[in-house]
């Protein structure tokens, strides 16, 4: 469930293959990153949440047949979900399928505070080669960004650079977009020339390395708003500096 009061994770990995471990990693990295989370409840596709004593072998056996159930932690007042969804290699970067793990924290200062824990524990539980963490809105402002026809407009309605949709894409380790937080594996750091010390000395103020040498990278201090001029300026100035995002470099 996604309202204006939540924050959406995204990480984008490769697809899921028989008794996957990825899916317990996540889990377990997300409720290590966040205090307090227990995501050990069900949600099915119709009727109350199902409670899950026996969470960690439940979700091996599950992975088994390549899926990543919804998971929640069966608090109304306070939730948080995560799922993984396949996607199929037509419509995806460099024609490889996928897996998108999904997440919805809410929007508070706990959790803002843990985003980037968060952000970490799950994409690199997932081996995610980028993933990013946006308040409630950015898929809108991001679609607006998309190419569609080699004839449309060179800039989106609020001046942001218009970017290629994701099956133009030659890598899985092209990031689509910027968001609020990013996300960047090893290689994808490497796809699009980050870190330069001399170019970048901004922006790893507010980054830290992983332990898989993969990057989280935060863009402005407070979550994104398309609508706060500062904010604006700061999404414009890294996607000139990162031309390879959406696809955008010249080949």
Same mark, same amino acid.
């Given at each position: 469930?996604?309202? %204006? ?8 990995? /490769? ?37 899950? /004593? ?25 939730? #948080? ?36 824990? #968060? ?50 894409? %030659? ?51 407070? /979550? ?28």
């Amino acid at each position: 469930m996604t309202t %204006p009061d939540s924050l959406t994770l995204i990480a984008y990995a /490769p697809a899921l293959v028989g008794n996957d471990g990825r899916t317990l990693d996540v889990i377990h990295g997300m409720e290590k990153a966040l205090p307090g989370l227990r995501l050990a409840w069900h949600i099915p596709e119709s009727g109350p949440l199902i409670a899950l /004593p026996h969470r960690d072998a439940w979700l091996a056996e599950m992975t088994r047949d390549g899926k990543f159930p919804l998971l929640c932690n069966g608090d109304e007042s306070y939730p #948080v979900t995560i799922s993984g969804r396949g996607r199929s290699g037509r419509l995806s970067p460099g024609r490889q399928a996928r897996l998108e793990v999904h997440a919805e924290i809410p929007l508070d200062a706990p959790a803002i505070e843990a985003a980037a824990a #968060v952000l970490e524990a799950v994409a690199e539980g997932s081996h995610a080669y980028w993933g990013h963490v946006s308040p409630y809105g950015y898929g809108s402002e991001v679609a607006q960004q998309f190419r569609r026809s080699p004839h449309g407009p060179e800039r989106s309605p609020r001046g942001l650079p218009m970017l290629n949709l994701p099956e133009k894409l %030659p890598t899985p380790a092209t990031p689509w977009f910027l968001g609020w937080l990013n996300y960047w594996s090893a290689a994808t750091a490497k796809t699009i020339g980050f870190p330069d010390p001399a170019r970048d000395a901004e922006l790893l103020t507010r980054a830290r390395r992983t332990a898989s040498n993969g990057w989280v990278v935060q863009l402005t201090a407070e /979550p994104l708003a398309y609508d706060n001029p500062a904010h604006l300026d700061a999404l414009k100035r890294t996607y000139d500096r990162f031309p390879e995002i959406g696809g955008r470099a010249a080949p």
